[in-house]
């Protein structure tokens, strides 16, 4: 894992926990480390049934927009992927609130000119009533890769 996201990680571990063991959305600051911001996305959770159902993005920093090819902010995850690729992601999303705790993931995704950019992320739970997970904070870093030797789909609508 990078520095950038061992400093992320280590910051919202210092966070003033709730109940549900998982931080506060109001401890968390983003002014405070400005150096996080082009990285971060910020969903809020919509439930269906006590069940998450939708993560619509709130905050899309610069860096996470250009790698999506658009800025998301007020759409949904489900609008912004393609299905297959959503399919995918559902399960992830599915393990970190199952377990509350931070997430790392590395994957890699197709772009422009058949490159691929690979990105490490880390993921948390945050909550702003102490009682359930409303919220879910990212922070990406990515870093782009050799030219792809098969054509791919963009995972991006």
């Known amino acids: 894992m990078s520095k950038l996201l061992d400093r992320f990680l280590l910051h919202m571990s210092d966070l003033p926990r709730a109940p549900i063991n998982v931080p506060f959305r109001s401890t968390f600051d983003p002014m405070e480390i ?8 910020l969903w809020d959770v919509e439930y269906r049934d006590d069940r998450w ?9 610069g860096n996470t927009a250009r790698f999506l090819g658009t800025n ?3 759409r949904y995850m489900d609008e912004v992927y ?3 690729f959503y399919d995918v992601l559902v399960p992830i999303y599915d393990e ?3 377990t509350r705790l931070p997430q790392y993931l590395r994957s890699r995704g197709p772009v422009e000119d ?3 950019i690979t990105f490490d992320r ?7 009533d102490g009682m359930r997970i409303d919220q879910v904070l990212a922070c990406f870093e990515f870093t782009i890769g050799a030219v792809a030797k098969q054509r791919s789909r963009s995972f991006v609508r």
């Open 53 to 61: 159902s939708r993560l619509k993005y709130r905050l899309v920093g």
């Open 96 to 98: 970190l609130f199952a």
């Open 72 to 74: 998301p902010t007020g």
């Open 114 to 116: 058949r490159k691929y």
């Open 34 to 41: 400005p150096s996080f911001l082009p990285g971060l996305i």
């Open 82 to 84: 393609e299905p297959y």
């Open 122 to 128: 880390i993921a948390v739970p945050l909550t702003t």
